[in-house]
């Protein structure tokens, strides 16, 4: 079965602590994709990538850097975490073409105390 | 710029009354519009993909419908294992792989 796979379901970080998420997708696929998830405010893309070692903003990149090294992995890391960075965030990926959608990861639920 | 509007926001129905959820959108040439079901605490899985105005395509008791200003999400004899957020999306001919999402609707499917 094809995956998105995040590195953790939970994670709770202190204000000014450096955090990396870690995405794996194992469909080969060429994009991909982080958004945050919050109530009343829907999905909001963080930043995406169409190719390795390629990183392309998205709505909302402030706080927030990138790291995509091999096609497999993107990685989204918090530079100096905020309270307002509290959030779900996801992961997702999709092939080159617009034929598919989106497959996405299960979520990291992040609390910044 | 894309646009994409769920109605209603959330919706309650009663184990087996059958229902459909609205995705209004403005799109300049669309090439795909997709469907996913989010529980709560998780990430989106896809539904389904409809690309031009008069497909349809169903899966269990759920069937996604296309017209060229609107797609519906029609929930036949739901359960409540059917309970779930619905998101809409838009990938519009703007040459981005972006889609535009909706906020979703809430369905809750009483026993």
């Known amino acids: 079965d094809v995956k998105v796979t995040q590195s953790s379901r939970y994670l709770v970080k202190r204000t000014g602590e450096k955090v990396f998420l870690e995405c794996v997708q194992d469909?080969?696929?060429?994009?991909m994709f982080w958004y945050r998830q919050d109530p009343g405010l829907g999905l909001r893309l963080i930043y995406f990538s169409y190719d390795v070692k390629m990183k392309e903003k998205g709505d909302i990149p402030e706080g927030y850097s990138v790291s995509r090294e091999k096609k497999e992995r993107f990685s989204l890391i918090l530079e100096s975490a905020s309270t307002n960075q509290t959030s779900m965030y996801l992961c997702?990926?999709?092939?080159?073409?617009?034929?598919?959608?989106?497959?996405f990861g299960s979520g990291t639920r992040l609390t910044v105390v | 710029e894309d646009q994409v509007t769920q109605s209603p926001e959330a919706l309650r129905l009663q184990e087996g009354e059958s229902s459909s959820l609205n995705c209004s959108y403005t799109v300049s040439g669309l090439r795909g519009l997709f469907w996913y079901r989010q529980d709560p605490g998780k990430g989106p899985e896809f539904l389904f993909t409809l690309y031009s105005a008069g497909e349809e395509k169903e899966k269990e008791r759920l069937k996604a419908t296309l017209t060229k200003k609107e797609s519906f999400l029609h929930i036949t004899a739901p359960k409540p294992e059917d309970s779930a957020t619905y998101l809409c999306a838009v990938l519009g001919s703007g040459g981005s792989y972006i889609p535009t999402f909706g906020r979703g609707t809430s369905l809750i499917v009483h026993p």
């Open positions: 997702a990926s999709s092939p080159l073409g617009p034929a598919g959608g989106y497959t």
């Open positions: 469909m080969d696929h060429e994009n």
